[in-house]
T-cell receptor, first 112, second 113 residues
Framework: GQSLEQPSEVTAVEGAIVQINCTYQTSGFYGLSWYQQHDGGAPTFLSYNALDGLEETGRFSSFLSRSDSYGYLLLQELQMKDSASYFC?????????????FGQGTELSVKP | EPEVTQTPSHQVTQMGQEVILRCVPISNHLYFYWYRQILGQKVEFLVSFYNNEISEKSEIFDDQFSVERPDGSNFTLKIRSTKLEDSAMYFCAGSSGPNYGYTFGSGTRLTVV
């Protein structure tokens, strides 16, 4: 089967750092992505890791270890507006646009 | 910034009726997708569309579902005979290629009564 595991919810305070982990087991792997979703709205692309290592985009960083089938999203200097659901997603193949397989999502609550 | 536009934003329909959900993708995208999200659950793949034909479909995408790109720009998802369990948020998405993120539309909330 194909599955992605991530924590269902995480709580942190404003200004803190939070890490959301994701482990995956899929038949194909062409990169791990992270998406943010506010209140059931459009998922918004945050980051993409095709190779091992850390990718940094402003306050957000994403890490991938393909040998461990593991990645994480790191959010720094948390702001109230970061309260949202965060989904990890695996692209299952590289040609013809391969579909994204999503995890169940992690609901992040940022407290004052 | 270019957007993926979906209409309608909310559709209520009676069980057994046909619905058509519409999407206007970003013009330079090559790959198109429909996903759905039942309230409180994960985003699920329905179908992918490339080079004017279906490239892959999920188990959810049965004979009741169809996709078209009737005029080379708009992209539609049709559900022929809706069921209660089709109630969900339906997202259209597009991508420029395998190494790029997807851009999702704001979704159509389908309620089947």
């Amino acid at each position: 089967g194909q599955s992605l595991e991530q924590p269902s919810e995480v709580t942190a305070v404003e200004g803190a750092i939070v890490q959301i982990n994701c482990t995956y087991q899929t038949s194909g792997f062409y990169g791990l992505s992270w998406y943010q979703q506010h209140d059931g709205g459009a998922p918004t692309f945050l980051s993409y890791n095709a190779l091992d290592g850390l990718e940094e985009t402003g306050r957000f960083s994403s890490f991938l270890s393909r040998s461990d089938s593991y990645g994480y999203l790191l959010l720094q200097e948390l702001q109230m507006k970061d309260s949202a659901s965060y989904f990890c997603a695996v692209r299952d193949r590289g040609n013809q646009g391969g579909k994204l397989i999503f995890g169940q999502g992690t609901e992040l609550s940022v407290k004052p | 910034e270019p957007e993926v536009t979906q209409t309608p934003s909310h559709q209520v329909t009676q069980m057994g009726q046909e619905v058509i959900l519409r999407c206007v993708p970003i013009s330079n995208h090559l790959y198109f997708y429909w996903y759905r999200q039942i309230l409180g659950q994960k985003v699920e793949f329905l179908v992918s569309f490339y080079n004017n034909e279906i490239s892959e479909k999920s188990e959810i995408f049965d004979d009741q579902f169809s996709v078209e790109r009737p005029d080379g720009s708009n992209f539609t998802l049709k559900i022929r005979s809706t069921k209660l369990e089709d109630s969900a948020m339906y997202f259209c998405a597009g991508s420029s290629g395998p190494n790029y993120g997807y851009t999702f539309g704001s979704g159509t909330r389908l309620t089947v009564v």
